[in-house]
């Protein structure tokens, strides 16, 4: 086995030093097999002014500075959180699929597509982290790294388009065996003590179990003309992301454990013996030094883990439920974002056509956020143990509908015909296909395309042929 060393990088509002405990317990346990030297790196998440692409490109300057191994697979890197962004980003911009220097790719609690705290106000984030922050050795007190946030915030079209480059077609190919072997472990369970006001459902306090997988699929559907004319039902297409990727639950770590810094002062085999904190390095080890004929079997196994730890039924302990992050966006054939639209979901059997549509909005859908900066963008979360229950009958479907703003009318100019559950139609998601549309623990991201309307008044040619 080869020797390598391992980079790690860390998250939003943190530093290398809180990742010495587990470099520590690394160094020990790999000891003479394929660890060299860990490098811990520092870069700046804080300051307002500051952007991801400042943050990659100063990377990539710290890398040729320090003259680390650019050979293709020659280093391991961990990442925590925010720190998935930028080397996922790096490596794209600076990197084709095969050329890569990283081989093993371990994301801890990756904030891949977003985190639920990003859009928080600042007494929010500054309450349930360090309280004021200053920076040094001058500037605005409290800044929490504007720029950075916003690409972190959920639906952001940041992550978005990151993952069109990396995560599908060509660009996904930079992980599966032979390149490089991505494995994502995240915690279940939220924060205790004041920071449990930033729990969340089907998240680990911090990120989504939904947005830390790099498994993910895009949906697109091209809404007709003229609705009215077009018949009830919209098609769609959906594309699997590209490569392939490991992705591990762990019960019962949050966003913080799942580092071990709590277990600062834990011998190495201390740690191994205890059930919880003892798995998760296992975990870790095993992605650090997992073969490429190995992969294949590596995911699989933690798929299946991931399927026992989640209920087959609704329960009373809905954190234990698996959640889809639908990233919805709304265009216009031009490409232009629509702003103001209205998503409904329903059953169109007039039998069950309210209950259904009563039962998915206010239980299955677990909340919207639009993205601060572009409404065309919005995350919808979804859980989907509700959402099975919900469609009950073995011939039932679910139909997605979307109201836009303007409305075509004689009285405006320009504008959308749209369609709706009123006996217009809308996307139809055939029962066998629910299961495909909504899975647990993963991101999809939905483009709905909408023709924009002119009136003949817009625009007129005048007759003067007999002037």
Not at 176 to 193: A, D, E, F, K
Not at 316 to 335: A, L, W
Not at 383 to 403: F, G, N, P, Q
């Amino acid at each position: 086995m080869p020797e390598r060393q391992i980079v790690i990088l860390h998250g939003w509002n943190d530093t290398s030093e809180s990742f010495e405990p587990l470099a520590r317990l690394l160094q020990k346990k790999l000891q003479g097999q394929n660890v060299t030297i860990i490098s811990l790196a520092d870069y700046i998440s804080m300051e307002d002014e500051v952007r991801f692409d400042d943050v990659v490109t100063a990377m990539q300057t710290a890398w040729e500075k320090h003259d680390l191994p650019k050979k293709k697979g020659s280093v391991d890197a961990i990442v925590h959180s925010t720190g998935a962004l930028v080397i996922r980003d790096w490596l794209q911009r600076n990197y084709t699929p095969g050329r890569a220097p990283i081989k093993h790719l371990l994301m801890l609690a990756p904030a891949n597509f977003g985190s639920p705290l990003a859009h928080k106000g600042r007494s929010f984030l500054g309450r349930v982290w360090k309280g004021f922050i200053t920076k040094q050795p001058a500037g605005e007190p409290f800044e929490t790294g504007t720029q950075i946030l916003k690409g972190l915030e959920l639906a952001s079209p940041y992550t978005w388009r990151l993952a069109e480059r990396d995560r599908f077609g060509r660009g996904g190919e930079m992980y599966q065996p032979g390149n490089v072997l991505c494995t994502v472990l995240v915690g279940n369970s939220g924060y205790r003590g004041i920071r449990v006001i930033a729990n969340e459902v089907g998240s680990d306090g911090t990120v989504r179990t939904s947005t830390a997988n790099m498994n993910c699929v895009r949906i697109k559907a091209v809404f007709p003309t003229n609705p009215d004319e077009a018949g009830h039902d919209v098609t769609y297409d959906m594309e699997a992301s590209s490569g392939t990727t490991a992705f591990g639950v762990m019960d019962g770590h949050d966003h913080s454990s799942i580092k071990l810094f709590h277990r600062s002062s834990s011998s190495l085999r201390q740690i191994e013996k205890t059930k919880r904190d003892g798995g998760l390095f296992a975990d870790i080890v095993k992605a650090l030094t997992i073969e490429d004929d190995e992969f294949g079997a590596w995911c699989d196994s933690l798929a299946k883990r991931n399927d026992a730890l989640s209920p087959k039924i609704v329960t009373s302990n809905s954190k234990k439920h698996g959640f889809q992050n639908t990233v919805v966006r709304v265009v216009d054939q031009y490409g232009v974002g629509v702003d103001d639209y209205l998503l409904e979901f329903y059953e169109k059997d007039d039998d069950v056509e309210d209950a259904v549509a009563e039962t998915f909005h206010t239980s299955a859908i677990q909340g919207v956020h639009k993205y601060s900066d572009d409404a065309s963008y919005r995350s919808v979360y979804v859980d989907c143990t509700r959402l099975r229950e919900t469609i009950d009958k073995v011939d039932e479907h679910l139909s997605v509908s979307v109201t836009a703003y303007p409305e075509m009318s004689e009285r405006t100019p320009a504008g959308f015909k749209t369609l709706g559950s009123d006996g217009i139609g809308g996307i139809r998601i055939n029962h066998d296909d629910i299961k495909n549309f909504f899975v647990p623990h993963r991101t999809a991201f939905v483009t709905l395309q909408l023709t924009r309307q002119q009136l003949d008044r817009t625009f007129r040619f005048q007759d003067h042929s007999n002037s």
